[in-house]
């Protein structure tokens, strides 16, 4: 059905993106930060109006049906290709859509708090609109190619934003480290574009547009390619660029560092929104990966090295943004893994989850953080309980969520995505899912216990508590935080799984499993329960009652584990070692061969050059001298002569080139 | 005489003329700005010749980009007062005879040379068939001529700009 | 009736009168307009070619090219002189005979 509201959704914020770089330093001088800030939050806030609107209405349509479509103009046709700039929404990118405009919101409001007195406050909420706009084109886009376009775009807009402070060197340097590393993960994306429509073309109809795509995917499962199945080598290279985007293992190191753009930023771009463009890529192509069976079983085990190796190093850290990068690292591993069983229905339930409460529990951070004084290492925190209290009350209840702890948003959908791994028949997924479990519940409350038990460890007196421009969305996001998982609440518990049930029509295995062995799956659930628990008392005993010294553990097997993790797995070194270094060090000795070859030429015919005159030299000496001055002294005498032609002068030069070419043209005719 | 036999003299005359002001003004300023009639008179006789989109290109580029990058330069490098006398001109009498040589001998190669000349098909409007062949058979050529322009305004920023020290 | 000839004519008067341009100008920029006349009148013969030639478009689609070329010649050229009035305080190119023998 045709929707012509639509457009309106990016559309709004890219206005707002184009009025705030335009005119925002005019606006901000003249009318100060909160005509800035109205500019800024309204377009977001329109859009989450029509974006609620659309929910509406597809949910008012038969269950079957529910697509809406806006086509806006042809954008490209050349040849068989043929690209509109469309915009869909179905259950999948409606709800994406919600979150984005809502949380993304949220996170609006809360800025216009954080970034007060900040001398670039347009610049900053003219990226945060364009970034927006930029990720509602990309789960609104109707094919690949919109797709792609949005990707890249929210990719420029993280750059821009990591590096907001950009007078910073390390801050400059993380951006680029963001935009090179996820460039490696578009390079394979656009091959595996290419190549999908490159065999399309070839074996069904030459199109990139998803229902198409969809609908003519089962034509391609039996064509192979250098003795691949072709839809492996497609589905593997939009995998790597998914890797880039989610910072899945090997391309995950870019997030982390990421954390030195501006908390909203980290909270918006780096954990609720941008990073999960890849698990909705697969998602989106849902239908493509479930005939590629091989990519699926990468894809899983992906996710799960990708969750428990963040999970590890987040247990570590002692910066409080570095933990909440590492657990979102781990996170964006459950959804991949859910991706990989088939489970896409769960990868977005947890998507929606986890954007609550980890959009909530960096805004609480980035409270902490200016409530201190830019501090933010976990060591020189501490006590904040009370001074800031509705801060302290909305991160626990996030990371309680987060810790998997019933009846919360986060216990509900990971429980979805292990139960999943375990009718998935793999158990082996079910036990590394279960025990990053056991590390979340630790990391988080060991975060939580340092930052806001215990007695003050800071420097900066009395810490106040944030402005309400800044609580209420995070008392929002925490209420999401609780209420979201009833969305998903499992059948098992006597719920209706409404979202699998929405998303059914959209991702094809969402709520595949109306059959299960009832006691598995409770089995499962009450194993979580149990680590989550169990995670929680390790940190309450070592970090509040100090029963355990953290040092202790630390110290274990000689401190080896302890320093591996804290350097996180030397994994940015061997980077810098393989490929910066490999690459300088290549150029190095290719320069020297260079300089070798070159400079062994260069003597050789010095050398012959110099035997040669030693011969003419004899020559010169035998036969008469005088001959040879004469015949120096015309030499002399010719090159005074001929110096002047080298004037210098670029006229002298075109003279003789034109004069020669009048000689010549005058010899051809004539 | 036909009137389009007359506008097309006209034209020549005006390209030629400005031309002519090009090589002979002694005021830079001045040449910068009959180089506008040359341009405009040779877009002009490309309509004659039924090539509307490339005389439409012509001043878009020539005279809105190249003739304004042009009077840019001389602001930018001259001094207002001595701009009276800002073009010399050094041995013409020489030059006058090399490309009066030049241009005879060129000259006669036009009047000599027996050009078999296809009579002219009806002028169509080219600009979608330009579209077409740019994408379609032209295409390579098209993408190395936008690498081509990105280098020279990669060169042009890099040459231009003050060097910066390293710290 | 307008035919090739007086087009070639045309474009041969151009051409000289940039020749011309390029030979006695000492001042840089107005070598570059030289250089932009020769570029012109190589452009009307080839659209005079085109039209009175056999009918394809390859005459139009080289003229098209010739002018992009012309547009990335301006700029590097230009930049150039900018560059030479940085180091030298003059475009004159006797002033810049640095590289005389």
Not at chain 1, 491 to 498: A, F, K, Q, S, T
């Given at each position: 059905m045709a929707a012509a509201y639509l457009r309106w959704i990016p559309l709004l914020p890219l206005l707002g993106a184009a009025v705030l770089g335009l005119?925002?330093?005019?606006?901000?001088?003249?009318?100060?930060?909160?005509?800035?800030?109205?500019?800024?939050?309204?377009?977001?806030?329109?859009?989450?109006?029509?974006?609620?609107?659309?929910?509406?209405?597809?949910?008012?349509?038969?269950?079957?049906?529910?697509?809406?479509?806006?086509?806006?103009?042809?954008?490209?046709?050349?040849?068989?290709?043929?690209?509109?700039?469309?915009?869909?929404?179905?259950?999948?990118?409606?709800?994406?859509?919600?979150?984005?405009?809502?949380?993304?919101?949220?996170?609006?409001?809360?800025?216009?708090?954080?970034?007060?007195?900040?001398?670039?406050?347009?610049?900053?909420?003219?990226?945060?609109?364009?970034?927006?706009?930029?990720?509602?084109?990309?789960?609104?886009?109707d094919n690949l190619l919109l797709l792609f376009v949005g990707w890249e775009g929210v990719g420029l807009c993280s750059y821009a934003l990591i590096g907001f402070w950009y007078a910073d060197l390390a801050n400059a340097r993380a951006g680029s480290k963001a935009f090179l590393v996820n460039r490696v993960g578009d390079f394979a994306f656009a091959l595996g574009l290419f190549l999908l429509f490159w065999t399309l073309e070839a074996h069904a109809e030459a199109t990139l547009a998803f229902r198409e795509i969809d609908r003519h995917a089962a034509a391609l499962a039996g064509v192979s390619l250098g003795g691949w199945s072709v839809l492996t080598v497609i589905t593997a290279l939009l995998f790597v660029g998914a890797t880039g985007k989610s910072a899945q293992i090997p391309l995950y190191v870019w997030l982390p560092d990421a954390m030195a753009g501006p908390t909203p930023v980290s909270a918006l771009i780096h954990a609720a929104t941008m990073v999960t463009a890849g698990v909705y890529l697969v998602a989106r192509l849902d239908v493509l990966f479930a005939l590629a069976p091989a990519t699926l079983a990468a894809i899983a085990w992906v996710g799960a090295a990708t969750a428990l190796l963040a999970a590890a190093i987040a247990v570590v850290q002692n910066d409080i943004k570095k933990v909440l990068a590492y657990s979102t690292i781990s996170q964006l591993g459950y959804m991949v893994l859910a991706l990989g069983v088939g489970a896409s229905g769960a990868a977005v339930f947890h998507l929606m989850t986890h954007a609550f409460f980890k959009a909530c529990l960096f805004l609480g951070a980035g409270s902490v953080i200016l409530a201190l004084h830019h501090e933010q290492d976990l060591r020189r925190m501490g006590g904040l309980r009370a001074a800031m209290p509705r801060t302290y009350a909305t991160f626990l209840v996030s990371a309680l969520a987060i810790a998997?702890?019933?009846?919360?948003?986060?216990?509900?959908?990971?429980?979805?995505?292990?139960?999943?791994?375990?009718?998935?028949?793999?158990?082996?997924?079910?036990?590394?899912?279960?025990?990053?479990?056991?590390?979340?519940?630790?990391?988080?409350?060991?975060?939580?216990?340092?930052?806001?038990?215990?007695?003050?460890?800071?420097?900066?007196?009395?810490?106040?508590?944030?402005?309400?421009?800044?609580?209420?969305?995070?008392?929002?996001?925490?209420?999401?935080?609780?209420?979201?998982?009833?969305?998903?609440?499992?059948?098992?518990?006597?719920?209706?799984?409404?979202?699998?049930?929405?998303?059914?029509?959209?991702?094809?295995h969402g709520g595949a499993h109306a059959s299960h062995a009832l006691a598995w799956e409770l089995f499962s659930m009450v194993a979580s329960i149990a680590m989550a628990a169990a995670g929680i008392a390790v940190a309450y005993a070592m970090y509040v009652r100090g029963l355990v010294a953290p040092e202790r553990i630390a110290a274990w097997a000689g401190g080896a584990p302890y320093r591996w993790l804290a350097r996180k797995l030397y994994v940015d070194e061997v980077y810098q070692a393989l490929f910066v270094d490999g690459v300088l060090g290549a150029s190095r000795v290719a320069a020297r061969a260079d300089a070798r070859v070159i400079d062994a030429a260069v003597d050789g015919v010095a050398a012959g050059v110099r035997g040669w005159s030693r011969f003419q030299g004899a020559v010169d000496a035998i036969v008469v001298d005088g001959f040879v001055n004469r015949v120096a002294d015309v030499a002399l005498a010719a090159g005074g002569r001929l110096r002047r032609l080298q004037s210098g002068r670029i006229n002298a030069y075109l003279y003789v080139i034109v004069a020669a070419l009048v000689a010549v043209l005058a010899w051809q005719l004539g | 005489m036909q009137l389009a036999d007359l506008v097309f003299y006209l034209l020549a005359l005006l390209t030629v003329g400005s031309a002519a002001v090009v090589a002979f003004s002694r005021n830079v300023v001045y040449a910068a700005f009959s180089l506008m009639g040359t341009f405009l008179g040779a877009a002009g006789l490309y309509v004659f010749l039924a090539a509307d989109f490339v005389a439409v290109v012509q001043v878009l580029i020539y005279v809105g980009g190249i003739l304004v990058l042009m009077v840019f330069a001389v602001m930018l490098t001259h001094r207002i007062e001595d701009v009276q006398v800002s073009n010399r001109s050094v041995g013409t009498l020489p030059a006058l005879l090399v490309v009066g040589a030049g241009a005879a001998i060129l000259g006669y190669a036009v009047v000599t040379t027996p050009w078999r000349t296809a009579e002219p098909v009806p002028a169509e409007a080219t600009t979608r068939i330009i579209g077409d062949l740019f994408l379609g058979d032209y295409l390579l050529p098209f993408e190395l001529a936008s690498v081509v322009l990105l280098a020279a305004l990669i060169g042009a920023v890099s040459l231009s700009r003050k060097e910066l020290r390293r710290e | 009736m307008i035919g090739l000839t007086h087009y070639l004519f045309v474009a041969l008067l151009v051409f000289a009168l940039g020749l011309f341009c390029v030979l006695t100008r000492r001042n840089s920029l107005g070598i570059l307009m030289g250089i932009e006349l020769i570029l012109n009148a190589a452009n009307i013969n080839y659209l005079a070619f085109a039209r009175f030639g056999p009918a394809t478009y390859d005459g139009q689609i080289v003229a098209i090219f010739v002018i992009m070329l012309a547009a990335a010649e301006a700029v590097v050229g230009l930049a150039i002189v900018l560059g030479i009035y940085q180091t030298f305080h003059s475009i004159d190119v006797e002033a810049t005979e640095t590289l005389r023998g």
């Open positions: 005119g925002g330093a005019w606006v901000q001088r003249r009318h100060g930060e909160r005509a800035v800030a109205a500019i800024a939050c309204l377009p977001v806030a329109l859009a989450f109006a029509i974006a609620v609107r659309t929910f509406a209405a597809l949910a008012a349509m038969p269950a079957e049906q529910r697509v809406l479509v806006d086509r806006l103009w042809t954008w490209i046709e050349i040849g068989s290709l043929h690209v509109d700039v469309a915009f869909l929404a179905d259950p999948l990118s409606a709800l994406m859509v919600l979150v984005v405009t809502g949380i993304g919101g949220l996170i609006h409001v809360y800025s216009v708090g954080y970034m007060r007195g900040e001398p670039a406050y347009w610049r900053f909420f003219a990226l945060l609109n364009l970034f927006t706009a930029m990720m509602l084109v990309l789960v609104l886009a998997g702890v019933p009846p919360l948003a986060g216990f509900v959908s990971k429980d979805e995505i292990l139960w999943s791994a375990l009718s998935h028949g793999d158990g082996g997924l079910w036990l590394v899912g279960w025990s990053v479990a056991g590390l979340t519940a630790f990391y988080m409350f060991r975060l939580v216990f340092l930052a806001f038990h215990g007695e003050a460890r800071s420097e900066h007196a009395a810490p106040r508590e944030a402005p309400a421009v800044m609580t209420v969305p995070l008392t929002i996001l925490a209420a999401g935080a609780v209420f979201a998982g009833f969305l998903g609440w499992p059948e098992v518990l006597g719920g209706g799984n409404r979202l699998g049930a929405w998303l059914a029509p959209a991702a094809a | - | -």
